[in-house]
């Protein structure tokens, strides 16, 4: 159980154009979800808490009209990385609380490989 | 803020060595600590975690047990394997409350790389 998916694993896109990456908890729902951004041979950042229903909560330096989260269901959060530059190109990971535990363990996607030429 | 430390890497091991990965950390309450692994090309994935003071977690051979007095985490192996491979994150988790839903803080990652 307790199974996140991601939306694609890779892509690429031309510089100016949005992407859109999906997470999605596939047998749990998920009212809370976070997205973060991991660069090479780095940590994980955390660049935002998507919350279903609301609006997200973006950690301090994360451009909000740049990096669009939509948490439409219990199930499903999204990422748009808006007018791509070569500079956004990362490993984007998502993680997903499952809303029917106490703990608050999160469970992750196994990430999505973005590359804006 | 809260924030982890973990021992800089890479470490690279004989295969059945004795495995350590210092961890430390600081937090304004009491959280919860995490080691996450991440095999080439994957996501993250739960290796232990424990909740409390004293707790030790463990799976697949790996150890660490929260020392509050000393605020470390440390992963051990007694023996490890060529699948081990991997980066190792030590992270902490603040108690949910308010307006916080549990987020997590990472330390830098620790590469190991295993040799035959």
């Known amino acids: 159980g307790a199974v996140v998916s991601q939306h694609p694993s890779r892509v690429i896109c031309k510089s100016g154009t949005s992407v859109k990456i999906e997470c999605r908890s596939l047998?749990?729902?998920?009212?809370?979800m976070f997205w973060y951004r991991q660069f090479p041979k780095q940590s994980l950042m955390l660049m935002a808490t998507?919350?279903?229903?609301?609006?997200?909560?973006?950690e301090q330096g994360v451009e909000k009209d740049k990096f669009l989260i939509n948490h439409a269901s219990l199930t499903l959060s999204t990422l748009t990385v808006t007018s791509a530059h070569p500079e956004d190109s990362s490993f984007y990971i998502c993680?997903?609380?499952?809303?029917?535990?106490?703990?608050?363990?999160?469970?992750f996607g196994p990430g999505t490989r973005l590359t804006v030429t | 803020g809260d924030s982890v430390t973990q021992m800089e890497g890479p470490v690279t091991l004989s295969e059945e060595a004795f495995l350590t990965i210092n961890c430390t950390y600081t937090?304004?309450?009491?959280?919860?600590l995490f080691w996450y692994v991440q095999y080439p090309g994957e996501g993250l994935q739960l290796l232990l975690k424990?909740?409390?003071?004293?707790d030790k977690g463990s799976n697949k051979g790996f150890e660490a047990t929260y020392r509050k007095e000393t605020t470390s985490f440390h992963l051990e192996k007694g023996s490890v394997q060529v699948s081990d491979s991997a980066v190792y994150f030590c992270?902490?988790?603040?108690?949910?409350?308010?307006?916080?839903?549990?987020?997590?803080?990472f330390g830098q990652g620790t590469i190991l790389t295993v040799h035959p």
């Open positions: 424990a909740t409390k003071a004293d």
């Open positions: 993680s997903a609380r499952d809303s029917g535990e106490l703990t608050y363990e999160q469970y």
């Open positions: 992270a902490l988790s603040e108690r949910a409350g308010g307006t916080s839903y549990g987020k997590l803080t």
């Open positions: 047998d749990f729902q998920a009212t809370t």
């Open positions: 998507s919350n279903e229903g609301s609006k997200a909560t973006y």
């Open positions: 937090a304004t309450g009491y959280p919860s």
